[in-house]
């Protein structure tokens, strides 16, 4: 049986567009249990939100403004109707820059899932990626996680490490931490959603 899911994000979207590219349902053809129905944008002018539209005009993509937290509760009940709408049975954080509340986040136990650009507990929180090569560590990575109420601290569904090498500046550095994203969170999401068992 397909689960309906929901992407969350605030910015770029590169990762939203990559797991729309392959869990969106037109494209899939039922083909996987993933199946992508809405996307929702915290930020009204975000590349994101055009881009998707502009990809698969079909998809419906809502911007709820939340930017402070008085906006939060305005946001998250607009949310849980959406998520009422559509049947929707995953949410998925993909560049999602908001915390969603402790109330919201219990009620969806095990239900929202989050990608990090570091491996952790380390780096946690804003910037992960500066930070690791800002400290010197030599190997940084991806973790796919559970969303508990505690910020970047859900259980972990996996991680994959990548190396500073010693020529490797900030924005190699992103782009390698980007391409294991794009590669760790569709496997990831079907682990736990669909049929594959993942192997680091
Ligand atoms: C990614 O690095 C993700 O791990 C983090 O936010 C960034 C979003 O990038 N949570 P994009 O918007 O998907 O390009």
Do not use: W
Not at 11 to 36: E, M, V
Not at 61 to 78: A, K, N
Not at 120 to 139: E, H, N, Q, T
Request: net charge positive.
């Amino acid at each position: 049986m397909q689960k309906n899911c929901i992407i969350l994000a605030s910015g770029n979207g590169s990762n939203a567009l990559n797991l729309i590219g392959k869990f969106y349902g037109r494209k899939n053809n039922g083909s996987s249990s993933i199946n992508i129905v809405a996307v929702v944008s915290n930020v009204p002018n975000a590349p994101v939100v055009e881009k998707v539209r502009k990809n698969e005009p079909e998809l419906p993509v809502f911007v709820i403004p939340f930017t402070h937290l008085s906006e939060r509760d305005r946001f998250e009940r607009e949310l849980d109707d959406i998520i009422g709408k559509y049947n929707i049975d995953f949410i998925i954080l993909a560049g999602f820059m908001r915390i969603l509340s402790k109330e919201f986040v219990s009620k969806f136990s095990r239900k929202i899932i989050n990608i990090h650009p570091s491996l952790l507990p380390a780096f946690k929180g804003r910037d992960s990626i500066k930070r690791a090569y800002g400290y010197g560590v030599k190997y940084t990575g991806v973790t796919v996680h559970y969303v508990t109420p505690e910020v970047d601290s859900g259980e972990i569904i996996c991680q994959e490490v990548v190396k500073i090498e010693d020529n490797d500046d900030i924005d190699s550095l992103e782009a390698k931490v980007h391409s294991i994203e794009h590669k760790i969170y569709p496997i990831a999401l079907k682990s736990i959603i669909g049929d594959v068992v993942y192997k680091s």
